[in-house]
């Protein structure tokens, strides 16, 4: 059972002590992918998926490796798959900035509030108002729930170390190449679609389960549903928007709108009812309580999912 208890290990190392303090293994990836960018960039999609792959092999050959040589010795099987979740997870770092995003609104000091959005999402916060911040926060609290927690549980349980490592080295490529702008537009077309792949159910179930958590956050499950239903599609992204409706819907706030990414500008329809107000700071702190629920949800998900074949194994 060295996947299921690594993997429960790994979510409470989150949940203690946040991600590593210094040396993170997903920026010495990061590191890593840009030295291989360098050398494999053209403005092609073909080249990009060429660069996709070459560093999603290096991850996976690592993330296999890692697997075959613990899989017969279960402390260290053990250790190796919590590292890799712990390493991958970022659950409390998502409540940590949704947190500290709520007192900054609270006490009504803008400058910090938006100082302190880049930790969430690239938008350009020097003209946002706290409305737009308090916004902004809510909607990459949803959407990176999904990518930086239930992903990696769902990956987990299914393929191990390998898919944890994979997973992320995947998520990281498309932060760093999927981008709708002149150099990455045909390079990071690879990534962007990879990345959407992997998380394709994975958003779905992170929608369902912040429905079905909403009165633990003080919100709704019904508002979520309805919300979910109706307008996950008025996202740009297959995936995005499944997250944020069911945020907007759950606790009663109306997303969406017009964002703009360094000289990008980019309009998306309305996430929530159209009569809802916008986020405001309470709407921030509930919208992290509603992450921090949605982990647990996820993480008991993934050992329901783990034990049947966990036990098989133990009997073999």
Not at 153 to 173: D, K
Request: hydrophobic share 45%; glycine share 10%; net charge neutral.
């Amino acid at each position: 059972m060295s996947r299921l208890l690594g993997m429960t290990l790994g979510v409470l190392a989150d949940a203690v002590l946040g991600d590593p303090k210094s040396h993170h293994p997903v920026a010495g990836f990061g590191a890593v992918a840009s030295r291989i960018e360098r050398a494999l960039y053209a403005d092609s999609t073909a080249r990009g998926a060429c660069y996709t792959g070459v560093t999603i092999a290096l991850v996976a050959v690592v993330g296999v490796t890692a697997e075959r040589a613990s899989r017969h010795l279960p402390f260290a099987h053990t250790l190796v798959t919590a590292a890799a979740t712990w390493a991958a997870l970022g659950a409390r770092s998502l409540v940590k900035e949704g947190t500290v995003m709520a007192d900054r609104l609270e006490s009504g000091n803008l400058d910090a509030a938006r100082a302190q959005l880049p930790n969430l999402c690239g938008r350009r916060p020097d003209e946002l108002d706290p409305s737009e911040l308090a916004r902004a926060t809510v909607e990459s609290l949803a959407e990176n729930t999904n990518d930086a927690v239930v992903c990696t549980l769902f990956w987990g349980a299914v393929a191990g170390v390998p898919g944890i490592l994979t997973h992320r080295a995947v998520n990281t490529l498309d932060a760093m190449v999927g981008h709708r702008n002149p150099r990455y537009a045909r390079f990071g077309t690879a990534s962007a679609r990879l990345d959407d792949a992997l998380a394709w159910l994975p958003a779905r179930m992170t929608g369902g389960m912040a429905c079905l958590m909403a009165p633990l956050a003080g919100g709704s499950t019904s508002g979520g549903l309805r919300a979910l239903h109706r307008d996950h599609a008025n996202h740009p992204s297959p995936n995005g928007g499944w997250c944020e409706s069911a945020w907007a819907g759950a606790l009663h706030v109306r997303l969406g709108g017009t964002n703009v990414y360094g000289d990008r500008t980019e309009v998306r329809g309305t996430l929530g009812d159209a009569d809802a107000p916008r986020p405001d700071a309470q709407a921030v702190r509930r919208a992290s309580v509603l992450v921090a629920w949605v982990t647990a949800a996820a993480a008991t998900l993934s050992v329901v999912a783990t034990l049947p074949a966990e036990l098989r194994r133990a009997t073999l």
